[in-house]
């Protein structure tokens, strides 16, 4: 079988790591490419699924809760808040701020 050779960019850290795995394994970096590679070419798709985490594993609750509140903002469910001027919207944010330093 002719073989033909592929560069790639990686980051560093994360070959490295990806090595050791790997070395535990008994495989060399080189042949995971190729295990994918065939994986690839016999499903004619990716051997596993592409996905982000569902939002409360990506997210803390609070992140997970300003989200929510856009979404409903978007959707019509919950009116915005508006400001009259932007000193209005910094009087309150320093508000908020001072409020979690003093808790």
Known sequence: METTAVSIMIDS???SGV???LQMLGLT????VT????????RRKLPF???LPP???MFNSETVAALEEGRAIM??????????SMDELHAEI???IAAEKSE
């Open 13 to 15: 850290n994360l070959k």
């Open 49 to 51: 699924a592409v996905e």
């Open 75 to 84: 959707e019509g469910r919950v009116k915005a808040k508006t400001y009259a």
């Open 94 to 96: 320093e508000a908020e």
């Open 35 to 42: 295990i994918f590679a065939r994986q690839v070419y016999m």
């Open 19 to 21: 090595e050791s795995i």
């Open 29 to 32: 970096f080189s042949e995971a």
């Open 55 to 57: 939002e409360e594993e």
